[in-house]
T-cell receptor, first 113, second 116 residues
Framework: AQSVTQPDIHITVSEGASLELRCNYS??????LFWYVQSPGQGLQLLLK??????LVQGIKGFEAEFKRSQSSFNLRKPSVHWSDAAEYFC???????????FGSGTRLQVQP | DAGVTQSPTHLIKTRGQQVTLRCSPK?????VSWYQQALGQGPQFIFQ???????QRGNFPDRFSGHQFPNYSSELNVNALWLGDSALYLC???????????????FGPGTRLTVL
């Protein structure tokens, strides 16, 4: 069975500081990995995705993530956080074809001025 | 280009009632998936429709049912509502061009259902 673990429920960083959100997955085949962001009361916006190729992927809003197959991880990073980045972040895994996505439980990011 | 749209935005029902939620996929998308997101949790897959049939189903009871229309729009129906059905219901759409074989899903803003 596929699963996603986001170990950090809540993270607080200062504006301008760097950020890393952790994601570990379990999937029996080639994983397709995603990071989504959700602002309060809103739907999910895709930040970035990994299908194949270069293991370091760039996304929107200055985010990047690195796929590490040996560690079953897909951590999200940003070098300098802005106050507008405060939101809930979800990591998800899917597969080929019309596979359903399995989400982690999310990490809530708070940004201090 | 309109994205995924959902209606209504908010809904309040009482226990035992039935509810229908609606979703219009992104233009050009033919596959619709529904997810339930309880407060403080990640979305959980309910089911997926394409070619007007249910193709995959998550761990949800038969009280949850759906439909897809020829224009690819979809409905989610929930019967015999109980308090635990209170959640944000998200619709996602995908197509052959949204990633390798339909991988990337585009989400709507969701319908917030409250069951009293």
């Amino acid at each position: 069975a596929q699963s996603v673990t986001q170990p950090d429920i809540h993270i607080t960083v200062s504006e301008g500081a760097s950020l890393e959100l952790r994601c570990n997955y379990s999937y029996g085949a080639t994983p397709y990995l995603f990071w989504y962001v959700q602002s309060p009361g809103q739907g999910l916006q895709l930040l970035l995705k990994y299908f194949s190729g270069d293991t370091l992927v760039q996304g929107i809003k200055g985010f990047e993530a690195e796929f590490k197959r040996s560690q079953s991880s897909f951590n999200l990073r940003k070098p300098s956080v802005h106050w507008s980045d405060a939101a809930e972040y979800f990591c998800a895994v899917g597969g080929t074809g019309r596979r359903a996505l399995t989400f982690g439980s999310g990490t809530r990011l708070q940004v201090q001025p | 280009d309109a994205g995924v749209t959902q209606s209504p935005t908010h809904l309040i029902k009482t226990r035992g009632q039935q509810v229908t939620l609606r979703c219009s996929p992104k233009s050009g998308h033919d596959t619709v998936s529904w997810y339930q997101q309880a407060l403080g949790q990640g979305p959980q897959f309910i089911f997926q429709y394409y070619e007007e049939e249910e193709r995959q189903r998550g761990n949800f009871p038969d009280r949850f049912s759906g439909h897809q229309f020829p224009n690819y729009s979809s409905e989610l129906n929930v019967n015999a509502l109980w308090l635990g059905d209170s959640a944000l219901y998200l619709c996602a759409s995908s197509s052959k061009t949204s990633g390798p074989s339909y991988n990337e899903q585009f989400f709507g803003p969701g319908t917030r259902l409250t069951v009293l």
